[in-house]
Structure formats: structure tokens, C-alpha cells
């Protein structure tokens, strides 16, 4: 069977050092503890607690 049944969205937000993101329901979201690297950048992940959706956040970005 190749069904899909867990499809996850992912989002990868760039930026410049001190640039912020913020994220209106922040309560809803859990951040990994390890961070994602990708082509040498880190990224903080968060993901929703109850939808199936990531966020890859630079890390020199300032989320609230």
C-alpha cells in the first residue's frame, strides 16, 4: 500500500541576524532541541501540537 497518510508541511524561514518571526499561537508549538542544519545554517524547529506542520527558523532570528 503507498498511501500517504501522514503528510507533514514544512516551512523554512530565512533571514538576517536580528530579524524576528513571530508566531501569533506560540503556545501551540513545541521546539525541538536539536537544531536543524541545513547548507551550514541553523535552524530552530518547532512543530505544531496538532496539526502535522514544521517550522525551520533561522536561528539568528528572533521568534515570539
Do not use: A, C
Amino acid at each position: 500500500d503507498l498511501s500517504v497518510e501522514n503528510v507533514v508541511k514544512q516551512f523554512m524561514v530565512k533571514g538576517e541576524e536580528g530579524d524576528s518571526v513571530s508566531i501569533t499561537d506560540l503556545s501551540d508549538w513545541v521546539e525541538n532541541t536539536e537544531p536543524f542544519v541545513y547548507e551550514g545554517q541553523n535552524y530552530r524547529v518547532f512543530q505544531h501540537d496538532t496539526e502535522s506542520i514544521e517550522l525551520f527558523i533561522d536561528s539568528g532570528l528572533v521568534v515570539s
